[in-house]
């Protein structure tokens, strides 16, 4: 179910992928008929994507039902960036190398960046990760709001539009909550 709107005037143009299905139709007309858009934003919000792993995070942006890296952000971040800004600590480390204490310091990176994001383009998150990642990450940020229920599993190199359907029903339960609160 996925359509196209295209809207064209003499100073501007515009083409949107809408993930709902809508009634053919041409309209031409002084202004805009953007009924189908409207109905995209009310079903589908903006919010953010957190896709967490012990060794990185990436954050992506939704509008519209589509989701895209979060381009005016310091993500995606890797656990090794991290641990380079902390050379001078020496923890013992497990099997891999890496201590829970580098998982720490990097989840703490991830909290501050996602804070910083969230203070010039605030947005509900959705966080999307492995156990236990998911439950250490949750207990240590501010940042996670009314659409914080987690997508577990480890999703770090799923492609958004596989991650978009993953989140859905997160998405759709919040609006219904919503709805059940109007």
């Known amino acids: 179910a996925q359509a196209v709107a295209v809207y064209a005037s003499p100073t501007r143009r515009e083409v949107f992928r809408l993930p709902l299905t809508v ?3 041409v309209v031409v007309d002084p202004t805009f008929a ?5 109905r995209v934003l009310h079903r589908a919000p903006r919010h953010v994507v957190l ?3 012990g060794r990185q995070a990436r954050l992506l942006e939704a509008s519209g039902g589509v989701l895209r890296a979060a381009t005016r952000s310091p993500f995606p971040l890797t656990a090794e960036r ?3 800004r902390d050379a001078g600590r020496h923890d ?6 890496r201590s829970s204490s580098d998982t720490e310091a990097f989840l703490r990176t991830v909290d501050q960046a996602l804070g910083t994001f969230l203070r010039l383009h605030p947005a509900p998150v959705i966080l999307v990760g492995p156990e236990p990642t998911v439950s250490v990450f949750r207990g240590r940020t501010r940042h996670l709001g009314p659409l914080s229920a987690p997508v577990r599993g480890n ?3 799923t492609r958004p539009s596989g ?3 993953l989140v859905r029903p997160v998405l759709e339960d919040c609006l219904r909550s ?3 609160e109007a």
């Open 23 to 25: 009634r053919d139709r």
């Open 34 to 38: 953007t009924r189908d858009l409207v």
């Open 51 to 53: 896709v967490l792993s």
């Open 82 to 84: 991290s641990r380079s």
């Open 92 to 97: 013992r480390g497990d099997r891999s190398g």
């Open 155 to 157: 999703h770090a190199g």
């Open 163 to 165: 991650l978009a359907q």
């Open 178 to 180: 919503r709805e059940r």
